[in-house]
């Protein structure tokens, strides 16, 4: 599909990819996709039951912050029942005619890709529930008075969607996966291990099992950063001209100034910001976004998931507070009295 024209919606299915490692890295069968164990059984049913009925699987949604696999398990669906994947996104289908094209043009048995979802635009959307409930789509011949609809039979296929903003899909839209909704868990470190000791495999370079911890701990519990820091730390032990040991790693690391809790500049901004400016809080999102001049959603799509999942960072009602451990962990007292102040 190399010759799709600029403004097509439809992108080839690995477009999204960097670069030809990134592709090499990704796994195509469950047996190399490490851990979600839940949703991987989940799924291995419901692809043989519809292998077993010789129909398509049902439609399904995946959700969950950036880099835990959630593209890779779409692709990797479509490997394992041997269909093609034709993949898209929320922002690239501009007109309903762009969504129509796209489904008119599927072959029998597709996976049609959309990834960032959430970022449909409403009237595109009503436009798909016929089509994933019914396998249909309406389309509307003319204006005013004289307008007519008409429907089009779809070929059989099986919407796959991926969303960071779970919260901003519109009920009805989510009730049309009829496959199932799954969110995909950060996870352990002995997984991440695990996937940067395939990933120096393929890229064919040895890392000792000390130097993939080192990795994992740092890595923000997602398979995409453990990856990237694995080729820093690589990059790095190359020009240095030695071995990719776990003192390498540590330097490259440090270079890139990602701690041992795997915190970016960014993260321990955030935190600093809400301690130092606005006395651990409670303070809401936007304000933090406004003094480090970062855009909201990047913060919280990005950010915050991280430092809630590691205790850094809370979220309440009345906006974000730090921890106790965030405190510690910039090398800070906690204030006793904002314990009191929070809690009582
Ligand atoms: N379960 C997994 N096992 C091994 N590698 C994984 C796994 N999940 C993700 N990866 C790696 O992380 C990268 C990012 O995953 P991706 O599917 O693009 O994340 P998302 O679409 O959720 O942002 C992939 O290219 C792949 O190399
Ligand atoms: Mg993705």
């Given at each position: 599909m190399s010759s799709t024209p600029p403004n097509n919606p439809l992108q080839s299915s690995n477009k999204e990819d960097f670069s030809f490692l990134d592709q090499a890295l990704r796994p195509s069968r469950f047996d190399e996709y490490v851990g979600q164990e839940t949703i991987k059984n989940n799924l291995k049913i419901l692809l043989q039951a519809a292998r077993e009925r010789a129909h398509p699987p049902e439609h399904l949604l995946f959700y969950g912050p950036p880099g835990l696999g959630k593209t890779t398990l779409a692709h990797l669906i479509a490997n394992e029942?041997?269909?093609?994947?034709?993949?898209?996104?929320?922002?690239?289908?501009?007109?309903?005619?762009?969504?129509?094209?796209?489904?008119?043009?599927?072959?029998?048995?597709?996976?049609l890709f959309i990834d960032e979802i959430h970022r449909l635009n409403k009237t595109i959307e009503e436009v798909l529930y016929p089509a994933m409930e019914s396998g249909v789509l309406d389309i509307i011949i003319g204006k005013g008075p004289s307008a007519r609809t008409i429907q089009l039979d779809l070929p059989p296929f099986?919407?796959?969607?991926?969303?960071?903003?779970?919260?901003?899909?519109?009920?009805?839209?989510?009730?049309?996966?009829?496959?199932?909704?799954?969110?995909?868990?950060?996870?352990?470190?002995?997984?991440?291990?695990?996937?940067?000791?395939?990933?120096?495999?393929?890229?064919?370079?040895?890392?000792?099992?000390?130097?993939?911890?080192?990795?994992?701990?740092?890595s923000r519990s997602t398979p995409r950063t453990a990856n990237y820091l694995l080729k820093r730390a690589r990059d790095y032990a190359q020009v240095q001209k030695?071995?990719?040991?776990?003192?390498?790693?540590?330097?490259?690391?440090?270079?890139?100034?990602?701690?041992?809790?795997?915190?970016?500049?960014?993260?321990?901004?955030?935190?600093?910001?809400?301690?130092?400016?606005?006395?651990?809080?409670?303070?809401?999102?936007?304000?933090?976004?406004?003094?480090?001049?970062?855009?909201?959603?990047?913060?919280?799509?990005?950010?915050?998931?991280?430092?809630?999942?590691?205790?850094?960072?809370?979220?309440?009602?009345?906006?974000?507070?730090?921890?106790?451990?965030?405190?510690?962990?910039?090398?800070?007292?906690?204030?006793?009295?904002?314990?009191?102040r929070l809690f009582s």
């Open positions: 029942i041997g269909c093609q994947v034709k993949s898209t996104s929320g922002p690239a289908i501009e007109k309903v005619g762009d969504l129509a094209s796209i489904l008119t043009n599927l072959s029998p048995g597709d996976i099986t919407m796959i969607a991926a969303t960071t903003r779970i919260a901003l899909l519109s009920a009805p839209l989510r009730s049309r996966f009829s496959g199932g909704t799954f969110r995909l868990e950060f996870y352990t470190d002995e997984e991440i291990e695990k996937i940067v000791h395939r990933s120096a495999g393929i890229l064919g370079v040895t890392l000792v099992d000390d130097a993939a911890r080192q990795i994992a701990e740092r030695s071995d990719l040991s776990s003192r390498s790693v540590v330097e490259a690391l440090s270079l890139l100034e990602i701690d041992h809790f795997g915190l970016t500049a960014l993260d321990r901004k955030i935190l600093e910001t809400i301690v130092q400016k606005f006395n651990g809080g409670p303070v809401g999102l936007s304000t933090i976004a406004a003094a480090l001049s970062e855009e909201m959603a990047t913060i919280e799509e990005v950010n915050e998931p991280y430092l809630i999942q590691r205790g850094l960072l809370e979220r309440t009602p009345r906006g974000r507070i730090a921890t106790r451990l965030a405190y510690e962990h910039l090398g800070l007292e906690y204030p006793e009295e904002l314990a009191k």
